[in-house]
């Protein structure tokens, strides 16, 4: 079964794609292979922060033209990458029978490897596109940042999939922050309001100081865990990476239940 990540949010442009690229590197110094699905139709893409030109993207996969295998573009940083492209929308779309021939695909490509780990960027905003790839994944992340909108379209966020897929755990991290006391405080807050009303288990995971070096990073097409790796920010990573592999799978996680594969112990 493949390990797999979604890195989610209820805002958009609180830095998904940013802790994608560089979580997926950190988890690969884990002595992880990592494949990277970039789900999101955002401006500031995967490909853009890795510094590669993907030529095709899940749609020849849906229809039938391509295999995964053939899609997957390797980067200088050990990493692979697919992206979603224009076939995100179509992803869903798609009848369910074809949605999940589509994961399958991707979870077969990953039986190949061992250690292997499967992080999804996921595009805000888009209910359906959150739970599909959030119920495709065990562990999900979702990013907030302090202002009064990230929480309340978090805490919507986690009531969506909560009800949709009956996950209880969900990863959190605070984005932007100006130092970790204050990531841990609005992690507090973040789950009084949130456990007031759900019965949901919410995992620190860490915090994301605001940093220059990162809307650098953006602007050079080199993802700050490589160009910096001992910088404070890239510890953050590191050590994110880290605290996510501890916290508990979705019970329901993986592929295999969106396939159906598996029944509820
Ligand atoms: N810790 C940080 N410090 C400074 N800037 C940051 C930080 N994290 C993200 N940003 C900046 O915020 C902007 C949005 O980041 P990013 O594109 O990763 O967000 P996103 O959630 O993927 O957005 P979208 O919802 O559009 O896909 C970028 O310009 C990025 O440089
Ligand atoms: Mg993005």
Redesign the pocket.
Known sequence: MSDSVAIT?G??????????VNLSIAFQKLQNKVLLLDT?????NSHVLLGVNPTNNLSSVINGNKKISEIVVKTDYGIELVSGGSATSDLLNLENKKRFRVLNEIDDYLKNYEKVKLIV?V???AEDNTVVFANACGRIVV?IVGEPTSFVDSYSLIKTIYQKSSFKNFCILV??VENSKIGKDLFKRFEIITSKFLDVKLHYVGS????????D??INRKPLIITDPNSD?SFSFKKIASEILKTPQNEWGGLSFSLGKKKRA
Do not use: E, P, Y
């Open positions: 949010s805002k958009g442009g609180v830095g998904k794609t940013t802790v994608s999101d139709l955002g401006m500031a960027d595009a805000a905003g990013i984005n932007q994301l100081n605001n940093s220059k070096k990162v809307k990073s953006i920010i």
